[in-house]
């Protein structure tokens, strides 16, 4: 039970509901073995009312309802987070990622405006205090391009990428933002860098496929999307993206092949 008492703090803290679990489990066992006590003198206990547990049991019922809406989501999660501990930068930046993140936004609309401006000003709050957050400069870049906003996030991956220089995930941001913002050349040259890390990085080979396209290097973009294929079979934006370039050459039963599959 210790390491859930919080008795002794190591690097960044903050309290969770699910560290009182086994915390609590004392306080169980301790009931338990009262109810037990109380059962065996069921002579003395035999005109005793259930209301007591009855209501107790919908407190707990109520309060376990009320909780499941702080852990509905991400942004739920992390919003009540902060609130717990405005000072958590912790908080602040994982709340952020929610409000920005497409994953947490099923759909095609993805975040919405509202959302990303609001998660703009919690990575610019926390680079307030700490320029040199890589993971909020990461942030505020996702942040910029989706507000349309396209060379303040190159900058912001940039900053990013001054601080982690050899990160795999900050060089394909980068090189992402620089496509973005139709700066295909530059882009290029990253994604090959992303490669160099991870030969196996189907995304990357398939950005660098897209960008060679735009590029009008078509034969080299085939084959930068068939090595994406080659890594994941299943990728439907490589076997998309790949569909295009067959038709911009007119191989049109090559280019209904790879639709097919996406």
Not at 39 to 67: G, I, T, Y
Not at 81 to 100: H, I, M, V, W
Request: proline share 5%; net charge neutral; with cysteine.
């Amino acid at each position: 039970i210790g390491p859930v008492l919080g008795l002794i703090w190591h690097g960044d803290h903050l309290a969770a509901d699910r560290y009182s679990y086994l915390a609590c489990m004392p306080w169980a066992v301790l009931i338990g073995v009262v109810l037990i006590v109380l059962d065996r003198r069921r002579p003395s206990w035999s005109k005793f009312s259930p209301a007591p547990v009855v209501m107790a049991s919908v407190v707990l019922f109520a309060l376990s309802w009320r909780q499941t809406s702080v852990w509905g989501d991400s942004i739920s999660l992390w919003r009540h987070a902060l609130a717990q501990d405005e000072k958590s930068n912790t908080a602040r930046l994982n709340l952020g990622l929610a409000l920005a993140s497409p994953e947490v936004h099923p759909g095609p609309k993805g975040p919405t405006a509202a959302e990303l401006t609001e998660a703009r000003a919690l990575f610019e709050r926390i680079l307030e205090t700490q320029p040199s957050h890589f993971n909020a400069w990461k942030g505020l870049g996702i942040v910029f391009a989706g507000l349309g906003m396209l060379e303040e996030a190159v900058r912001a991956q940039e900053n990013a990428l001054r601080l982690k220089p050899n990160d795999s995930s900050a060089i394909y941001s980068y090189a992402t933002a620089l496509s973005e913002a139709g700066r295909f050349e530059e882009a290029r040259g990253m994604y090959q860098r992303a490669i160099e890390f991870d030969p196996r990085d189907y995304k990357a080979l398939t950005n660098l496929g897209m960008t060679l396209a735009r590029l009008n290097h078509l034969s080299e973009a085939i084959d930068r999307l068939r090595e994406a294929l080659a890594v994941n079979p299943t990728h439907a934006r490589a076997w998309f993206q790949l569909g295009n370039v067959y038709v911009r050459i007119n191989k049109m039963d090559e280019a209904r092949q790879a639709y097919d599959r996406t």
